[in-house]
């Protein structure tokens, strides 16, 4: 066998506290198409930005080695003179120039000191006819579907002359047409002898496609294997493998009487109109933790936040709360009972360079206010002390900065402004991402808590073991719709996982 | 006179320096590298205004007279008050060009409506101040539910309020009263608050804020939170109660405590209770501090900026009346480039032009950097051309300041 166009060996990649990547050791063979697969957080991206230079050489342990010679990316430049090229699941072209301004942008041809657009184009479109695309290169990006800019993307880091193209989940903005579309392209691109790392959560793109499978977990490379042969069942097996440990340490409490219910919910997002969300339903009872799984860009946090009133249009369905129907604002929804803790709590959940009293207080404050009008301090700081205490907030005081704080004790401020405001359904989104173990399990007792005093709780999570672990029922979403919902004991992660991917088996239960 | 006017000054920036130790709960600064920075930057702003003050007063010796004082008691008072509707807006993050204008429109109106159309001056007054809530209210409420920048919005008013202000004064000189008699509109800037008055009210004030500390004080003992010294508690008090004697004192050299700065005291009283013990005024810094976190805390982001717009068109009003009783006629001029005045006086007192920080007490204080700059100014009689330059480059070195303060 020929040496492989790259080897990594050994690569561990820390931040801070938290091992992102371990001990990652995997070769890609010239002209082969090799899949990464492995659930959300994983450590796909990490091993992207690792090969790419994103994260540099030397802020990582272990090496790589390009057809048997080290190298060391300084920066993502340096990884594309190596002929290197990454197509991020975000776009990065500028809607408001051609689409043969933006495959060549940076890198213009030159015609005496000035750009020489005719090249640009005549070259563009060359490119274009040989993947067979039907896309005019003077049009505007900005007037192409997600697909075609996908594809365009593809072109573009294409004419930088790569050898090593990194795809990163290319097709979850695709439509069937445009996947088989670029489905083509890879095989001509393999016969020219460019070699692809392909990102997807669609097993079956995976099985089409690759040579062979790389399974990523915890961090870890799990195995290589060749594709020829491979079921999906093989994969998401390997992708899952785990136990689930006292980690979760869930008390169930019996469920009470409906308190969210959510029929044939369809939403529509503002601004491109893409319809999210579509036939959604499933209710949550009091005393109750509902998990939401499903893969990145399955709707989950939209759901949430739908139902808080603070995304998207409802084009069709209904959501009542304890019989009553329920679309109302954000500030209308905390009146009725309702609260949400974000997945993205610097930009959703903090006033960063406020402290914690002023953070927590936030969402309650109608609580302490005096007959006059003004807030009564006294009221006010004997609240946030007590919640300060209870949740065991690691800070000097109440007047510390929440910016300064750590992970855990920012999201504790988030769940305690949360919880002051009395909430009857309280939901979840992520609410341990990026922090620590010790803080997790409060968390999580943190929601024993309130199931036991008769609140719902809906838990959104990208973990599945989380999930299991603490939900008594559980729905994956699969591209915007209810793929499955799984009571605690009928939950298995393989079934959680096909359901994730769209796959409808025989034990599913509606 | 000079050695006592610059003890003032310092006296008053200092108290600047510790202000975070307000009653209750206010927003601590992270590690002490970052109190430092403030510290030095209020330090710089006070050193600025001691320079203004000695440098004026050997430039122009009747600049420390108690005549000139009391002038200046009245342009900072007019000055300070559209600043503090202003601090209400800069704090959500929000932008208002258009005051200026308005102080010249709903002062002309009031004008009108006293001079030519004879109407008892408090009425026309009242009309004016309702009519300018309204139009702003207006302005808040297209740029929170048109989504159209508060930059632009307010630029058009700069335009649009000019030329109503001219169309109704048509472009003449409209005295707020019948020369030589009085009313509520020309006793804004002429009436004195008798000289035993003057001291009893300054009893009031002090032995309030004296009271108000204390409370803060024990309640936040009681709380078990952190306090500061006694003695530093006593000796701010002892400061304030300094600070405001000597100026009753000075004024009543002259004719007595102006009106304006009277209707100041209140206002800053008012925006200060507003804005550090209600939920509107938590609302206006989580707001400025991170819209979106506002938004799914809870808070009602529209109807909070429009109620910031809408006591902003009250304060235009106010202002409008002081200035224009002021100059004794509504003209073309008054109130031209008011609002940079007010903006600077914000961004110089330390309040964020990102929103979510700025202090009454900051206000003040940038007010008065910007009134004595003006009233020295004039004294000297520098020429137009020099002040428009002088109060250009100085509300470009206060942002310039804001922003390497945020990037650091």
Not at chain 1, 147 to 171: F, H, M, N, Y
Not at chain 1, 358 to 368: D, E, H, K, P
Not at chain 2, 185 to 193: D, E, I, N
Request: with cysteine; proline share 4%; hydrophobic share 50%.
């Amino acid at each position: 066998m020929s040496t492989p166009i790259l080897q990594a060996e050994k690569i561990t990649k820390r931040f801070g506290a938290v091992t992102a990547l371990r001990d990652v050791t995997f070769d890609l063979r010239a002209g082969e198409i090799h899949a990464l697969c492995g659930e959300n957080g994983a450590g796909k991206s990490t091993l992207i930005k690792t090969l790419s230079g994103i994260h540099p050489a030397g802020s990582y342990d272990g090496r790589l080695l390009m057809e048997g010679k080290p190298v060391a990316f300084k920066s993502t430049k340096d990884a594309e003179a190596h002929g290197l090229a990454v197509i991020y699941q975000e776009l990065a072209m500028v809607p408001e120039m051609s689409v043969a301004e933006n495959i060549f942008l940076g890198q213009e041809p030159m015609k005496r000191g000035l750009v020489d657009w005719l090249t640009v184009v005549e070259r563009a479109k060359q490119l274009l006819q040989r993947f067979k695309l039907d896309i005019d290169p003077e049009a505007r990006v900005g007037e192409l579907g997600v697909g075609q800019q996908q594809l365009v993307e593809i072109v573009k880091a294409l004419s930088k002359r790569s050898r090593l193209l990194i795809l990163d989940e290319p097709t979850a903005a695709l439509s069937d047409t445009e996947v088989g579309i670029l489905l083509d392209i890879l095989r001509g691109l393999r016969a020219d002898g460019v070699t692809c790392v392909y990102i997807s959560h669609r097993l079956e793109e995976v099985l089409a496609i690759s040579d062979r499978v790389t399974v990523l977990r915890d961090g870890q490379t799990i195995e290589t294997l060749e594709t020829a042969g491979l079921t999906q069942a093989d994969i998401i097996r390997r992708m899952v493998g785990r136990e689930i440990t006292e980690l979760f340490p869930r008390r169930a409490t019996a469920p009470g009487e409906p308190m969210l219910t959510v029929k044939g919910l369809a939403v529509r997002r503002p601004g491109d109109g893409k319809q999210v969300l579509h036939d959604v339903t499933f209710d949550v009872r009091s005393g109750e933790v509902l998990g939401i799984g499903g893969l990145m860009g399955a709707g989950r946090t939209e759901l949430l936040m739908h139902l808080f009133g603070a995304f998207g249009k409802r084009t069709a369905g209904s959501v009542t709360l304890r019989g009553t129907p329920l679309a109302d604002p954000p500030h209308r929804a905390i009146e009725r009972g309702l609260v949400l803790v974000s997945e993205d709590r610097k930009r959703y959940g903090l006033i960063l360079d406020r402290d914690i009293g002023f953070n927590m207080s936030l969402s309650s404050l109608r609580a302490v206010v005096g007959p006059a009008g003004l807030i009564r301090e006294d009221a006010e700081v004997k609240r946030n002390q007590a919640m300060f205490k209870s949740l065991r907030v690691k800070a000097p005081d109440l007047d510390t900065v929440v910016g300064g704080l750590s992970g855990g004790n920012q999201q504790k401020v988030v769940l305690g402004k949360a919880l002051l405001t009395q909430p009857k359904v309280i939901f979840l989104d992520e609410p341990t991402r990026g922090i620590d173990v010790g803080a997790k399990v409060e968390v999580y007792e943190l929601v024993n808590q309130l199931t036991a005093a008769g609140q719902a709780v809906v838990l959104v999570s990208s973990e599945l073991p989380e999930l299991m672990g603490m939900s008594d029922r559980i729905a994956m979403l699969h591209e915007g719709t209810v793929g499955g919902i799984f009571t605690r004991a009928e939950a298995t992660a393989e079934k959680l996982m096909a359901a994730a991917l769209g796959h409808t088996s025989d034990e599913r239960v509606a | 006179m000079t050695k006592v006017e610059t003890t003032a000054a310092t006296a008053k920036g200092a108290g600047t320096v510790n202000e975070p130790v307000t009653p209750g709960r206010a927003p601590v600064e992270p590690g002490p590298r970052r109190v430092a920075r403030v510290a030095w930057r209020d330090f710089s702003m006070l050193i600025a205004l001691v320079a203004i003050f000695v440098f004026f007063s050997i430039a122009s010796p009747t600049f420390v007279s108690a005549r000139n004082l009391s002038n200046l008691a009245v342009e900072l008072s007019i000055t300070a008050v559209l600043a503090l509707g202003m601090l209400m807006i800069i704090v959500t993050s929000q932008m208002d060009l258009s005051v200026g204008s308005g102080v010249g429109l709903f002062g002309g109106l009031a004008a009108v409506l006293t001079f030519e159309q004879q109407w008892p001056a408090p009425a026309a007054m009242a009309l004016s101040l309702v009519v300018a809530i309204g139009v702003w209210t207006m302005m808040g409420a297209i740029i929170v539910k048109q989504r159209v920048p508060a930059f632009i919005i307010t630029l058009a008013g700069l335009l649009v309020f000019k030329g109503l202000h001219w169309l109704v004064i048509h472009n003449e000189t409209i005295p707020i009263a019948v020369p030589g008699q009085e009313n509520a509109y020309s006793l804004l800037t002429t009436y004195f608050v008798p000289k035993l008055a003057g001291y009893v009210l300054a009893g009031v004030v002090v032995g309030s804020v004296a009271w108000m500390r204390i409370a803060a004080r024990r309640e936040r003992l009681a709380l078990g939170l952190d306090v500061e010294p006694a003695a530093d508690t006593y000796a701010r008090v002892f400061l304030v109660g300094q600070l405001v004697f000597l100026f009753v004192i000075l004024c009543n050299q002259y004719r007595g405590v102006p009106l304006p700065a009277v209707i100041l005291g209140v206002t800053a009283f008012v925006v200060w209770v507003v804005t550090q013990h209600t939920r509107f005024g938590r609302y206006l810094y989580a707001i400025g501090g991170n819209e979106e976190a506002a938004r799914i805390s809870g808070i009602a982001v529209d109807r909070v900026v429009i109620g910031a717009f809408a006591a902003m068109g009250g304060i235009v009003a106010l202002t409008g009346f002081m200035q224009t009783a002021y100059s004794g006629a509504s003209t073309t001029t008054v109130g031209s480039l008011m609002e940079l005045d007010a903006i600077a006086a914000c961004v110089i007192g330390g309040t964020s032009l990102r929103g979510g920080r700025g202090t009454v007490t900051g206000v003040l204080f940038g007010a008065l950097i910007m009134a004595s700059l003006l009233n020295g100014m004039t004294l000297m009689a520098v020429s137009p051309e020099i002040k428009l330059i002088a109060r250009g480059l100085v509300l470009a070195v206060a942002v310039w300041m804001d922003v390497r303060l945020a990037r650091s």
